[in-house]
């Protein structure tokens, strides 16, 4: 038996908005507008098998379970509720795009952070005043966790933020990423294009502000440009290209009209660096 301090029930609030947009057919569902209602708990909603976008802010809800069929959502209204976990509730939700669940009771941010991560479709999401917001590098963990994410809390995802991100908490992927160049993988640092130390002695010197952003600030230069090019040279990668010499082989007319034997194309290789 319901509790009447629970308020209205979510099938009568529905059928009563179905009822005054004439709506008679399930499918013919596309948007649901149950926004303060005073709702404490929503029942399955799987009727409405194209449902795309759906308006819960401003009840009462503790916790959700009343859209696992719904895989067409696009646009998710949760803000201003009483949500203390979404655990299972929203990972299903592969084509959502817009997530609002400020103004909840939120913890356990890597929980609640797991519920996206098969969002490839999610630009714009809303977590901010809940308790997992207060958690330390919050937004960064946020931004790395969900990188289809432009928007976040009301704020544009800044593209210094997301390579802050990358490199705290994907510091793997940011190592190889580091010694890529080219599209080859490089020996090292820049530094290696540079003499030891014991032959320091003989480079000249060259203000940093020259160098600008390159990887060459901080980095002594060659004493010559020649000697840095062909210090540079030395490290790429062999290119072998290989072809066939046509030149002695006799043309078909030729060798329809000669009996005697021909030797096969000649194979040339070249070598670059």
């Known amino acids: 038996m319901a509790d009447p301090d629970d308020g209205p029930s979510a099938d009568?609030?529905?059928?009563?908005?179905?009822?005054q947009r004439g709506i008679?057919?399930?499918?013919?569902?596309?948007?649901?507008?149950?926004?303060?209602?005073?709702?404490?708990?929503?029942?399955?909603?799987?009727?409405?098998?194209?449902?795309?976008?759906l308006w819960l802010n401003g009840n009462r809800l503790r916790r959700l379970h009343c859209l696992q069929q719904n895989y067409m959502i696009e646009e998710l209204h949760l803000q201003n509720n009483e949500l203390i976990e979404v655990t299972g509730a929203l990972r299903h939700l592969t084509c959502l795009k817009v997530l609002m669940l400020q103004n909840n009771q939120l913890t356990k941010l890597e929980r609640v952070v797991r519920e996206f991560t098969r969002m490839q479709t999610l630009h714009t999401l809303n977590i901010f005043n809940n308790p997992i917001a207060q958690e330390e590098d919050y937004r960064l963990f946020v931004i790395q966790s969900v990188p289809t994410v432009n928007l976040l809390?009301?704020?544009?995802?800044?593209?210094?933020?997301?390579?802050?991100?990358?490199?705290?908490?994907?510091?793997?992927?940011?190592?190889?990423?580091?010694?890529?160049?080219?599209?080859?993988?490089?020996?090292?640092?820049?530094?290696?294009?540079?003499?030891?130390?014991?032959?320091?002695?003989?480079?000249?010197?060259?203000?940093?502000?020259?160098?600008?952003?390159?990887?060459?600030?901080?980095?002594?230069?060659?004493?010559?440009?020649?000697?840095?090019?062909?210090?540079?040279?030395?490290?790429?990668s062999l290119i072998v290209y290989t072809t066939f010499d046509w030149a002695k082989v006799p043309r078909i007319e030729e060798r329809r009209q000669s009996d005697k034997l021909f030797d096969s194309p000649e194979l040339i290789t070249h070598v670059y660096r």
């Open 153 to 236: 809390d009301r704020q544009e995802v800044a593209k210094s933020e997301r390579e802050l991100a990358n490199r705290i908490y994907d510091q793997d992927k940011e190592k190889i990423r580091d010694t890529v160049a080219f599209g080859r993988r490089s020996q090292g640092p820049p530094s290696i294009y540079y003499p030891a130390e014991n032959n320091q002695q003989n480079m000249c010197s060259t203000e940093s502000k020259l160098i600008g952003n390159s990887f060459m600030r901080d980095n002594p230069p060659f004493e010559t440009e020649e000697d840095a090019i062909a210090a540079r040279r030395m490290k790429k």
């Open 24 to 53: 008679k057919k399930n499918k013919d569902v596309d948007q649901l507008y149950l926004a303060d209602k005073s709702l404490t708990h929503v029942d399955d909603l799987s009727r409405f098998a194209y449902l795309r976008i």
């Open 12 to 19: 009568e609030t529905i059928s009563q908005l179905l009822k």
